[in-house]
């Protein structure tokens, strides 16, 4: 082979010899391998597809799960906030009972009540104690209260220990202690038992301390959530007043009443002069924001607080104001009830019919009820609730 010489020709049918060789034996091991591919994916195909359901229905498990731990969630949220709402009351509630017993026990003069009045164990229970502000002139007035929106005799006392409503007129003594008026609430007294006196000389420019008296001595003998204030001549829906104030019964220190800011009346002579008007910048000024005078309800921490703090709570010429600025500069809650303070009919009684029951009513221009010993009787018959409404509260 040495010797001779290769031809072109043959390095090409040698060449093409081997291309076509190699090409045969390529397809023949492309299609086994692809053969084998298909028979080999196949069977693995059932595989992917119950591997996809499973995987599905495990989504679907989880995801229940999930739904059902942020219902459970949302739940035991609501729980933890009511029960962090208990128990800022109950500490609230400790807090002014250990400051009551303290002042009790040091002797001080800051509040005159014996130890064991300080103990809730030995107070009456209630939900509400509303005591009726009135006169000795205002027999008449009383008269028309009990004939209308008022309990009385056996009812009285079944709402009180049925319902924890306990409702009384409010007045203190004469400034001779003993003498004709005194006897005459003292024979009032005998007739109903619905009074409750307090330690106090009556006068119009003393309602600011008959307040502060009021409230000191209600804590004295109850132990309720709410302590109100009424005058005589307005109407008062007894079943609207406590539903209104159980909505805010877990709360700790709760001023409620139709919220008001009124001139400061700087010019003597007139019926609501404020001696004091300069205290409250510039003439012309209003006062801070504070509940009308005709109504209104406090928790029974606040009670407690001006019945702690009773000799040096400031009083201004205006017992609304007063109360007001007991609590001005407190962590106190004011809820502006505008149903507190509807005005007679037709306002009231439109209100009725349209399905928003009044709470109070009374006239602006007497600051309460016009000739309220005449008209309480209309008035009950156009805007009040029903005999049975207060009864089928529940508290």
């Known amino acids: 082979m ?10 090409f049918v040698l060449c093409l010899a081997s291309f076509l060789a190699g090409s045969l034996f390529t397809s023949q091991i492309w299609t086994t391998q692809q053969s084998q591919s298909k028979e080999a994916q196949i069977p693995n195909m059932p595989n992917h597809i119950n591997r996809l359901e499973a995987m599905t229905q495990d989504c679907d498990h989880k995801r229940k799960l999930v739904e059902g731990k942020s219902v459970d969630i949302i739940g035991e949220v609501t729980k933890t906030h009511q029960a962090i709402q208990s128990l800022d009351k109950t500490i609230s509630t400790l807090e002014m009972e250990l400051a009551v017993a303290r002042t009790s026990q040091s002797g001080t003069a800051l509040l005159q009540l014996p130890l064991e009045k300080a103990s809730n164990h030995s107070l009456q229970k209630a939900f509400v104690v509303i005591g009726i502000n009135t006169a ?10 009990r004939e209308t929106w008022m309990p009385t005799g056996a009812k009285l006392k079944k709402l009180e220990k049925e319902k924890g409503i306990v ?5 203190g003594h004469s400034s001779t202690p003993g003498g004709v008026l005194d006897k005459a609430i003292d024979a009032e007294e005998e007739e109903h038992k619905d009074f409750l006196r307090l ?31 009424v005058d005589d001549d307005i109407h008062v829906n007894l079943g609207m007043l406590v539903s209104r104030l159980a909505r805010h019964r877990h709360k700790p220190r709760v001023y409620v009443g139709c919220m008001k800011s009124g001139p400061v009346l700087s010019q ?8 004091e008007y300069w205290k409250f910048g510039e003439e012309g000024n209003k006062y801070f924001r504070h509940a009308t005078g005709q109504i209104y309800a406090i928790s ?14 400031h009083r201004y010429a205006n017992e609304d104001v007063s109360l007001g600025a007991w609590f001005i500069g407190l962590e106190v809650e004011h809820v502006d009830d505008r149903s507190l303070c509807c005005g007679t ?13 009044c709470t109070a009513s009374f006239d602006w221009s007497c600051s309460g009820i016009c000739k309220s010993v005449e008209r309480m009787k209309d008035v009950h018959s156009s805007c ?4 049975g409404a207060v009864w089928n509260v529940d508290l």
């Open 199 to 229: 330690n106090h000389v009556e006068g119009y420019h003393e309602l600011s301390t008959k307040t502060r008296m009021y409230f000191s001595t209600a804590v004295s003998i109850w132990d309720a959530d709410f302590y109100v204030k």
């Open 2 to 11: 040495r010797g001779k010489q290769v031809s072109g020709k043959t390095i």
């Open 167 to 171: 409702i009384r007129f409010v007045i």
């Open 345 to 357: 009919p037709p306002d009231c009684e439109w209100k009725a019919r349209a399905g928003n029951l």
């Open 268 to 275: 003597k002579g007139l019926k609501y002069h404020e001696p």
């Open 136 to 145: 000795f002139s205002s027999r008449k007035r009383r008269e028309s209260v």
């Open 384 to 387: 009040g609730e029903g005999v």
């Open 300 to 313: 029974k921490d606040l009670a407690a607080y001006i019945s702690i703090n009773l000799p040096i709570l």
